[in-house]
């Protein structure tokens, strides 16, 4: 006699894969860099980005010293909005680090 087990739900599956590899932060932190717009909103995902996240800890690079400063008087609304789009518990700490932004398409300044 063969026996079958039950067949399991694919997204159970796959989350308990991602988990048993250690790829669950990695996933996170490729989830903030893709929603950042909704993270931070338009006007700011224009002038920083998410770097890495790594050991709870969310990294963002400011592109000048003044929206450096703005962004760490933003922090705990920053930790809300990444823990309502990727989940509580994702970030424990937010480092803000200052220099040119390369990851995404930059608006025209003219």
Do not use: F, H
Request: glycine fraction near 8%; hydrophobic fraction near 40%; charged fraction near 30%.
């Amino acid at each position: 006699m063969v026996r079958v087990t039950p067949p399991t739900q694919l997204d159970q599956t796959l989350r308990e894969l991602i988990e048993r590899r250690g790829w669950g932060e990695r996933l996170r932190g490729a989830s903030a860099w893709a929603r950042w717009d909704e993270i931070v909103g338009a006007d700011l995902a224009a002038r920083c980005e998410p770097l890495r996240l790594v050991r709870g800890v969310l990294t963002i690079r400011a592109e000048s010293q003044v929206w450096a400063t703005q962004l760490r008087y933003m922090i705990p609304q920053l930790r809300t909005n990444v823990e309502s789009v990727l989940g509580e518990g994702t970030v424990r700490d937010v480092k803000i680090v200052v220099g040119p932004l390369e990851g995404r398409d930059r608006p025209n300044e003219e």
